[in-house]
């Protein structure tokens, strides 16, 4: 089955520590997306990447970083800059605004 | 982007029809309706999407009225898997990569 898998579920991480989160994809979808979720809140935009070594930022992508090498992968890196990293994280891919298809999530702790 | 405007919550009891309004005046001339579901600690999930008058599927019906500044969505004999946050989000093929998701509307459906 076609779909989009994020690892890990769980994420524990050390004050100044940089983690990475993973995204791949199967859809074979031009576009991928991160947004992060804080408790009752909506979804806000990280970075987005139409095509493959290419991407933008979003709403709030300070102290983060993605890259695009593969059409497949879309992996997030949540920085030591990023000052309060702890909250939901949601990869998506889409083809046009209906096809947006998001993975099941990594949930993010400082610890 | 067209700013959309939902109800911050709904409640409705099983086997009630529930509806759900979504108030978005700047909408542009190419621009479809689209809903989406999320349920705690998910990804959101596509629901219905429009453009004009009235669609349904299995799930949902979409009415838009002619002059397309608002939309409502129609979940029939709701049930307590129902309760989930409900987003409505309007854009065009050349916008998906900025879709806004607002806080939503939280239904809760009670026995």
């Known amino acids: 089955d076609g779909g989009i898998t994020q690892s890990p579920k769980y994420l524990f991480r050390k004050e100044g520590q940089n983690v990475t989160l993973s995204c791949e994809q199967n859809?074979?979808?031009?576009?991928m997306y991160w947004y992060r979720q804080d408790p009752g809140q909506g979804l806000r935009l990280i970075y987005y990447?139409?095509?493959?070594?290419?991407?933008q930022k979003g709403d709030i992508a300070e102290g983060y970083s993605v890259s695009r090498e593969k059409k497949e992968s879309f992996p997030l890196t949540v920085t030591s800059a990023q000052k309060n990293p702890t909250a939901f994280y949601l990869c998506?891919?889409?083809?046009?605004?209906?096809?947006?298809?998001f993975g099941s999530g990594t949930r993010l702790t400082v610890v | 982007l067209a700013k959309t405007t939902q109800p911050i919550s709904m409640d409705s009891y099983e086997g009630q029809e529930v509806n759900i309004t979504c108030s978005h005046n700047?909408?542009?001339?190419?621009?479809?309706i689209t809903w989406y579901q999320q349920f705690p600690s998910q990804g959101p999930r596509f629901i219905i999407q429009?453009?004009?008058t009235k669609v349904t599927n299995e799930v949902a019906s979409l009415f838009i009225p002619a002059d397309r500044k608002s939309s409502t969505l129609s979940l029939p004999r709701v049930s307590l898997s129902d309760t989930a946050v409900y987003y409505c989000?309007?854009?065009?093929?050349?916008?998906?990569?900025?879709?806004?998701f607002g806080s939503g509307t939280r239904l809760l459906v009670r026995p």
């Open positions: 998506a891919s889409s083809r046009g605004t209906r096809g947006y298809t």
């Open positions: 859809l074979n979808h031009d576009a």
């Open positions: 990447s139409q095509i493959v070594n290419d991407f």
């Open positions: 700047n909408i542009a001339t190419n621009d479809y």
């Open positions: 429009g453009y004009k």
């Open positions: 989000l309007v854009g065009d093929e050349d916008s998906s990569y900025k879709l806004i």
